[in-house]
């Protein structure tokens, strides 16, 4: 027998480095005794590397830059919507129409940096230019979707795809490559059943920030846009800032997939 | 930047990384740690230089998240959220995981929000058995159950996950 009996508490003060350091040969000796402990334990440590090993890369990576402007007392005014409204909106508009657009606005104007408001003009420019289009809305139609999806990712240098809206009831109509001050910029138009439509202006950026949505309103065209890991992209439409927020928050999602996956 | 926000700074990192594995989803994470970090500001005075910040900064964020899931379990949890808003908060981490991290963060989601906290307090930031009772605010015998329900009810999803994924694959 060891000098105390020991009982699955043991095991995991022993994980966790509670276990006095006396007792730990006597621990040993009785895990060795006893198969069925032993076995427990390996399992709880083979989950907790798992579970150190799954977060473990937070610690290096770089500390988001809205954190180092909080801490340095810089806090810019702008009308961002934190990130927390691409979840939230969704909720929100649920539970009241309106108050998504509260949302949006009870963070305040004020200056943003100067890529992501080219993102967001360009986008207008490009939207109320093409979107007014009969013809030849765009360049490349859907029925080439992986041609189109393809060659806009190389020209653009970001691997793309075309989110599939039709859960917001838009249909891809095709896109197009622009310019974009001295880069590419890809549009991806959509359509609804009744002619509605709205776009997704998508450019690479270097400065690999990251933004919560903004928005940009021109003459009744509003553009909903963000930066995030290297690419920028603006929804832009003539559509309810609702409406919008919805389309965003999906293509948010599926564009950030296609880039990881 | 004077030295306090310096050393608040510089926990940033740890703080992500554990409302990470708290709350899964990257943003949402992040929006802890945000809010965290204005409330540390705003209380700057009742934190004294010399002090180490991170157990004030563990406690005053761990307030936080229970402050928030005591509000989700307020508005009826994910029944009451449209399609779209739950299927944001099921998106996952946007990095790369490998399998088993994407199953054990996974999994911790799955066990409630007080051992997960006590859990992750331990195991994955290193405080004591007693410094997590401080900051969790519980007795360390509380703490101590928690960690061992917690580790156990891992177990048993991961085990139950694995058997779920046999009988997917011969489905398919």
């Known amino acids: 027998m060891t000098a105390r009996d020991f009982t699955e508490r043991d095991i995991h003060m022993a994980l966790d480095g509670e276990l006095p350091a006396e007792e730990r040969e006597a621990y040993e000796l009785w895990l060795e005794a006893n198969p069925d402990m032993k076995a427990r334990s390996q399992r709880f440590a083979s989950d907790l590397a ?3 090993k799954s977060v473990g890369g937070v610690l290096t990576e770089p500390v988001p830059e809205r954190f180092e402007r909080l801490l340095s007392g810089e806090t810019p005014q702008r009308r961002i919507v934190s990130p927390r409204w ?5 909720a929100a508009i649920f539970v009241a129409g309106g108050l998504g657009g509260y949302l949006l606005g009870v963070t305040g104007w004020g200056s943003i940096d100067a890529a992501a408001s080219q993102l967001a003009d360009g986008a207008i420019a490009a939207h109320t230019l093409y979107a007014a289009e009969k013809l030849h809305v765009v ?7 992986d041609h189109l999806v393809g060659w806009l990712s190389k020209r653009v ?3 793309l795809i075309a989110p599939d809206l ?3 009831g838009f249909e891809l109509v095709g896109g197009r490559l622009l310019p974009a001050e001295s880069k590419a910029a890809a549009q991806f138009m959509y359509q609804d059943h009744t002619g509605n439509r709205v776009s997704l202006y998508i450019i690479s950026d270097a400065t690999t920030k990251e933004t919560g949505f903004r928005l940009l309103e021109e003459g009744g065209t509003r553009s909903l846009y963000w930066l995030d890991d290297g690419y920028g992209c603006a929804v832009t439409g003539t559509l309810p800032q609702e409406a919008l927020m919805t389309i965003a928050n999906s293509a948010y999602r599926q564009l950030l997939d296609g880039m990881k996956g | 930047m004077d030295q306090r926000r310096a050393a608040i700074l510089a926990e940033i990192p740890r703080l992500r990384r554990y409302a990470r594995a708290l709350l899964r989803n990257r943003d949402s994470a992040d929006d802890l740690v945000q809010d965290c970090l204005e409330r540390a500001l705003g209380k700057l005075d009742g934190w004294r230089t010399g002090d180490n910040p991170r157990r004030w900064l563990f406690t005053i964020m761990h307030h936080l998240f229970v402050d928030q899931m005591r509000r989700e379990k307020r508005r009826g949890e994910a029944a009451m959220l449209p399609i779209e808003a739950s299927e944001a908060m099921a998106v996952p981490a946007h990095q790369a995981e490998s399998v088993a991290s994407h199953e054990i963060l996974d999994a911790l989601q799955a066990i409630s929000p007080d051992r997960r906290a006590a859990l992750l307090m331990v195991a994955v930031e290193g405080f004591s058995y007693a ?3 401080n900051v969790l605010g519980v007795p360390a015998g509380t703490l101590m159950s928690r960690i061992a329900r917690g580790r156990e009810e891992l177990r048993t999803i991961l ?5 779920r994924r046999a009988i997917r694959v011969i489905e398919k």
């Open chain 1, 50 to 52: 798992a579970l150190q």
């Open chain 1, 86 to 90: 691409r979840m939230a909106a969704a």
């Open chain 1, 139 to 145: 360049e490349v139609g859907a029925d080439q979707k």
């Open chain 1, 157 to 159: 240098g970001v691997k």
């Open chain 1, 166 to 168: 039709t859960a917001q």
């Open chain 2, 131 to 133: 410094e997590a009772a």
């Open chain 2, 159 to 163: 085990e139950d996950g694995s058997r």
